[in-house]
């Protein structure tokens, strides 16, 4: 009973992403900084995955814009540089942020590295895991301006009652699961989160006026 | 129903989580993050994309909220479908909308109207010769 009782709380807080509340971040550089706007350039792409980095590109904008900020068209910004004989993300990450200032006239560059992007299959379940890092650097000075990491997992739990039917239908959504893992929701969750969470996510930028610079309560 | 049901249900509690972090979207964004994903899936799909944005900035522009971005992309698939005069306009309200982008784009639509003239001249080079 007690034992229950722990995993629960324990479950309780896994699922409560949005309350753990880990040491507050140190904003006086971001804040000092104030960007205004945020270019989200190709992603780094460190796991075997062939496809990770194009697939993610799409879900990064909407969490981080809706914070406030203008984020540049990800898809033009990533063809031009493709264009530019820039299509390594490599090259780009390496490259001095105010390099990209130059070109976009951007305040600040994020680049992210995925850094796990698998699905496991292990026994009936299937485990869908994403891990991703975050750097946003000033294309005025090149400064470090925020760093996250974010881990998200997806594993479809078998609800009670019939143990017989949830096992196969435990069976069944793994198979589906395997066949094409669905990454999107997790990588939105992740950058949800990276976005969103008091004391380490991102302050609210210009485009939120009733937040903006009036929320040091949660981001020191 | 069972069998769906819980995987539906998980699915649920995923973006319950997800949109307690969130607050209320301050822009519209339409479908554009499934349709731009869809495309870089398969190239098929670039139509859809286009269709998408429009969609998604008629919309914003009725609540005053088109998401940073839009009008760009949407510019940027009509310069490559040749639409410069289109692509202009785009270019021009993102511009309105977030100065922040101008000094990308007014570059931008610098070098198209300045590839422009210059394919019109050469054009009448041609027609002259």
Redesign the interface.
């Known amino acids: 009973m007690k034992l229950a009782k722990i995993g629960l709380l324990m479950l309780g807080v896994a699922?409560a992403?949005?309350v753990q509340v880990p040491k507050s971040k140190d904003y006086a550089e971001f804040r000092s900084h104030d960007p205004?706007?945020i270019l989200v350039v190709p992603v780094i792409n460190n796991t075997t995955s062939l496809?990770a980095q194009?697939?993610f590109?799409?879900?990064v904008?909407?969490?981080f814009?809706?914070r406030?900020?203008?984020?540049?068209?990800?898809?033009?910004v990533k063809?031009l540089l493709e264009k530019e004989g820039l299509s390594d993300a490599g090259l780009v990450h390496q490259a001095n942020p105010t390099r990209m200032g130059d070109?976009?006239?951007?305040?600040s560059v994020l680049y992210i590295q995925i850094n796990k992007w698998e699905s496991r299959y292990i026994v009936i379940s299937t485990s869908t895991d994403v891990a991703l890092h975050y750097r946003l650097a000033s294309c005025h000075d090149g400064r470090t301006l925020w760093e996250d990491t974010r881990e998200v997992t997806?594993s479809?739990?078998?609800?009670s009652?019939n143990p017989l039917?949830a096992l196969?239908?435990q069976a069944?959504?793994s198979a589906l699961e395997k066949a094409d893992p669905n990454y999107?929701?997790?990588a939105?969750?992740a950058n949800?989160?990276a976005a969103?969470?008091p004391g380490q996510g991102l302050p609210a930028g210009p485009?939120?006026p009733d937040q903006y610079r009036k929320d040091q309560s949660k981001f020191k | 129903m069972k069998k769906t049901g819980w995987k539906l249900a998980a699915i649920v509690m995923i973006a319950t989580t997800a949109a307690g972090c969130a607050q209320q979207s301050r822009f519209v964004w339409g479908n554009y993050e499934n349709s731009l994903y869809a495309y870089y899936k398969n190239s098929d799909q670039r139509a859809a994309y286009e269709a998408s944005l429009v969609k998604a900035i008629e919309l914003g522009r009725k609540n005053g909220k088109i998401a940073p971005g839009l009008c760009a992309e949407l510019g940027y698939l009509q310069l490559e479908n040749g639409n410069l005069l289109e692509a202009q306009k785009n270019f021009a309200e993102e511009m309105t909308l977030f100065p922040e982008s101008r000094p990308f784009l007014s570059g931008v639509v610098q070098r198209m109207t300045a590839d422009k003239d210059k394919a019109d001249g050469d054009k009448k080079k041609e027609t002259q010769s």
């Open positions: 699922l992403g949005c205004h706007s496809t194009d697939y590109l799409s879900t904008s909407a969490p814009a809706e406030g900020y203008y984020v540049f068209p990800a898809h033009m063809s070109i976009f006239g951007c305040d997806y479809p739990q078998a609800s009652g039917a196969i239908a069944i959504v999107m929701p997790l939105t969750m949800l989160q969103n969470l485009y939120l």
